[in-house]
């Protein structure tokens, strides 16, 4: 992700550019054995939501991100282009995830967009908007062909 590609509306916030593409790089380094490196994107006071669950602070965003990356083999982010409006920032990606527990260890593709809110440097607000049926319940056995069924019942 480059910012050259962004798209900005109100006043710029030139410290955001680099904030970003240093959050973009991180999440394609990002495993189980290098969560220490959180905190030189995120603020000490970052408030954390996904479809999965809900955390207030560095300390528990990294105790959450290593139970999520405890089985991950790997994980890669495709992202676009970003929105960035004053401190607030929207970016769209998708994630290609390996996990032990999920479709056997194959590739799935999940859409995505995370939406943050940068200030001083840091992120301080990061939450992530995915299908977690994409990325979860569709893989399962039994439950992830039914799941597919109901969808394409319902066009």
Same mark, same amino acid.
């Given at each position: 992700m480059t910012?050259?590609?962004?798209?900005?509306?109100?006043?710029?916030?030139?410290a955001l550019p680099a904030v970003l593409d240093q959050f973009c790089?991180?999440?394609?380094?990002?495993?189980?054995?290098?969560?220490?490196?959180?905190?030189q994107v995120y603020g000490e006071d970052i408030e954390?939501?996904?479809p999965f669950g809900t955390v207030s602070g560095l300390d528990e965003l990294t105790n959450y991100f290593a139970d999520a990356y405890g089985n991950v083999i790997r994980c890669q982010f495709h992202f676009n282009s970003?929105?960035?409006? =004053?401190?607030?920032?929207?970016?769209?990606?998708?994630? @290609?995830l390996q996990h032990k527990r999920i479709k056997r260890g194959k590739t799935v593709e999940v859409e995505g967009i995370s939406h943050?809110?940068?200030?001083?440097?840091?992120v301080r607000y990061h939450r =992530?908007?995915?299908?977690a049926g994409q990325l979860l319940y @569709?893989?399962?056995p039994?439950?992830?062909?039914?799941i597919r069924w109901v969808k394409e019942q319902a066009g």
């Open positions: 910012t050259a590609s962004a798209i900005e509306v109100g006043s710029p916030n030139p790089a991180l999440f394609n380094q990002l495993d189980k054995g290098n969560l220490h490196k959180l905190q954390f939501q996904d970003p929105v960035i409006q =004053d401190s607030w920032c929207t970016i769209p990606w998708v994630m @290609e943050l809110r940068i200030l001083d440097g840091r =992530d908007y995915f299908d @569709e893989n399962l039994v439950v992830g062909g039914v």
